[in-house]
């Protein structure tokens, strides 16, 4: 296997790696690198901050095994290779009635990426995270394939396990019945923080997923997008192609009155009564997707993404730190708030039963200073920050929101005695050492 | 709707290949040499919508696998071929050790055009179907770096022409796909890779001439500028240079 040097980065272009970097595109040839040189995993690299990188070490890009194994049409259960990404997965089998369990905001995530974070989606107060969704799965540990099952310690090690077990060679999932391939999405226009969690409080849907509008301030706080979702049948439009920036775009682009602009017109796009439409699954799924290489827009310098999931009862806490991103205007239009339930399948997960709220924000001293008091907030309020996202943590912090990181590492020691595993994020954070 | 026989079913193309006719409907047979990878390509393939799709053993050099291949076809309504065989050691090991010129050789042109020959028959008897044979743009001129390479697909090429020459009469149409610089686990690591593209544009453009029943084509489409001035620099000149 040749090994390639490449300067890479995340999905949020802060931070970036130089390292070798091979891309098997067989089994055996993952066994030889497992064996002679092993080296964490990556996927597609949608992860915002450094949990995709190894800089000055080597990984091993999953992508090219991304094949379908095996599809059991009645009981909807799939193998698949961990390099295949949940929107292709979606594209072949929502036409069959099928869909990923759990789909993430971005459909070029891989199956892998999904288990490494165990991630979540718009449906996960009832479905809860990818990782319960997976009733197996291959890791190609040094000694060769070995297949891990729910229940085991090594399986909460390895699920949202930030790829610190060994590269996952393949996986079991079980798909979700789906009523034909487009969505029936209803969507509100919310006025506020309370009335965006009251109407939390009394969705049914199986997806639901609020846009928030984080300039929005006084009265107008937390104002927003509600989206509720069932999967339903229908005509299929055709996909369209996905575009491309063209370049890295100028610096006003997201700038505070463009976003304030843009952010107003978006809430008013929807009447006060609410409306209902029909969207193909990627469009509600993957609504960026379609612009190939979005991250673009923020310019070369990148931009920083903050989630953070608070307990139910802890609301208050979250509505302070959306009033401190409002006052601070450095919020860009990509603002989620959801409420989630308490399905997580990892001692590294990161779901709890509460409210999450993702910000992105331009790569800006300022912005920097305030995600690191919002990660204070986070702690403080007993919540978590989703280290899919995260390149400015500190590992102290996120030590004390990850209780389980003792049986983690514990597991994880066993798998990688000397930590060939770790990524810039594992180092960033000392993850691999014991307090 | 035709089922697809593919030489060298794991190399990188040919396996974006089998998943895009897979998509279109289509039957795929894969046959090469590392049925493991074989077999999980087969599954994919069926997965995406393939009537039919197995794995089954083809080595170029080994002339009872190209047997194979050939009972295996005797037994298909009507089908198409499509060749993705062939091996590219580097230059520099050839010339420390000429003898692997003949499995070069073999891999890149002898051994499916062995293959192409036994099949013809069939083809020709079915009156339609169609040949995809991927050369390369090395087989247009001889270069320093990749000759044995270049001279395997060069002959190949020609192959191919009077293949068509032959099989057009009986309506079996035959495609050259000549492409550049694939982004493939045969190229991963290497120095030097101008206008390096991804398989899927190989593959749609491969698609492309297939439905459009083109005689040539290089791949990417720049390529056909380039070699087009690389073929027209005289041998005085050439003999000088190191592209």
């Known amino acids: ?435 | 709707m035709t089922t697809w026989i593919i030489l060298g079913g794991t190399s990188t193309i040919a396996r974006v290949f089998a998943r895009s006719a897979a998509e279109r409907g289509e039957g795929v047979i894969l046959a090469g040499r590392d049925l493991d990878d074989l077999n999980a390509s087969a599954a994919d393939c069926a997965a995406r919508g393939a009537p039919v799709a197995e794995a089954v053993a083809f080595d170029a050099r080994d002339r009872k696998s190209i047997l194979g291949i050939v009972e295996r076809a005797r037994t298909l309504d009507a089908f198409s071929v499509a060749v993705f065989v062939g091996s590219m050691p580097p230059q520099d090991q050839i010339d420390a050790e000429p003898a692997l010129i003949e499995g070069t050789v073999t891999d890149s042109f002898t051994g499916p055009a062995e293959c192409l020959t036994r099949l013809a028959p069939l083809m020709e008897a079915h009156g339609k179907g169609t040949v995809v044979g991927v050369g390369s743009v090395a087989g247009d001129r001889g270069r320093v770096g990749n000759y044995v390479y270049g001279a395997a697909k060069a002959g190949f090429h020609a192959y191919l022409s009077g293949l068509r020459n032959r099989l057009g009469r009986k309506g079996v149409h035959v495609v050259t796909v000549k492409p550049g610089t694939v982004d493939t686990a045969m190229t991963w690591g290497l120095d030097k890779l101008p206008f390096l593209a991804q398989p899927d544009k190989i593959v749609s453009d491969i698609f492309r001439a297939v439905d459009r029943k083109r005689d040539v084509i290089y791949t990417p489409i720049i390529w056909w500028p380039v070699m087009t001035v690389i073929r027209a620099i005289p041998e005085r000149i050439f003999k000088k240079m190191s592209i």
């Open chain 1, 1 to 435: 296997m040749r090994w390639k040097t490449v300067e890479y980065s995340g999905w949020g272009r802060v931070e970036s790696a130089t390292g070798e970097i091979a891309r098997p595109e067989r089994a055996s040839t993952l066994a030889a690198l497992a064996s002679e040189r092993p080296a964490p995993a990556i996927g597609q690299r949608r992860s915002y901050g450094d949990a995709c990188l190894n800089d000055g070490g080597a990984a091993v890009d999953m992508t090219r095994l991304d094949r379908v194994l095996d599809f059991d049409a009645e009981s909807g259960l799939l193998t698949v290779e961990a390099g295949a990404t949940l929107g292709d997965l979606a594209r072949i089998f929502a036409p069959k009635g099928w869909l990923p369990p759990v789909m993430p905001g971005t459909g070029f995530a891989t199956v892998g990426g999904a288990i490494a974070m165990d991630v979540h989606g718009k449906n996960h107060h009832g479905a809860g995270s990818f990782g319960q969704h997976v009733t197996s799965l291959v890791l190609m540990t040094r000694e060769g394939p070995k297949t891990v099952k729910p229940g085991s310690a090594l399986f909460k090690a390895t699920v949202g396990g930030l790829g610190q077990t060994g590269p996952v060679l393949s996986a079991t999932i079980q798909m979700l019945k789906a009523k034909g391939d487009v969505m029936i999405v209803t969507e509100h226009r919310i006025r506020n923080w309370d009335h965006f969690l009251d109407r939390f409080a009394r969705t049914d849907t199986t997806y639901s997923v609020g846009w928030i509008d984080a300039t929005a301030r006084g009265a107008a706080l937390g104002r927003g997008i509600l989206e509720e979702a069932e999967t339903g049948g229908g005509l299929v439009k055709p996909a369209k192609r996905g575009k491309r920036v063209p370049f890295n775009a100028p610096a006003f682009t997201l700038s505070p009155p463009v976003v304030r602009a843009f952010n107003a017109a978006y809430w008013r796009r929807v009447p006060d009564s609410g409306r209902t439409v029909v969207k193909p699954i990627d469009d509600f799924f993957f609504p960026l997707d379609k612009i190939l290489d979005w991250n673009k827009l923020y310019g070369k310098q990148g931009f920083h993404q903050f989630q953070c999931v608070v307990p139910l009862d802890q609301a208050p806490a979250l509505k302070a730190m959306l009033d401190q991103i409002a006052a601070s205007g450095l919020a860009s239009p990509l603002a989620v708030l959801k409420r989630m339930g308490p399905g997580r399948a990892g001692y590294m997960s990161f779901p709890m039963e509460g409210y999450t709220l993702a910000v992105d924000f331009p790569n800006v001293a300022a912005a920097e200073r305030l995600i690191r008091a919002l990660e204070g907030d986070t702690v403080a309020a007993g919540g978590r920050i989703y280290l899919a996202k995260d390149a400015l943590a500190s590992g102290d912090a996120v030590r004390a929101m990850y209780p389980e990181h003792g049986k983690w590492l514990k597991e994880v020691t066993k798998a990688d005695s000397d930590g060939a595993y770790q990524t810039s994020l594992v180092r960033r954070l000392k993850l691999r050492s014991a307090p």
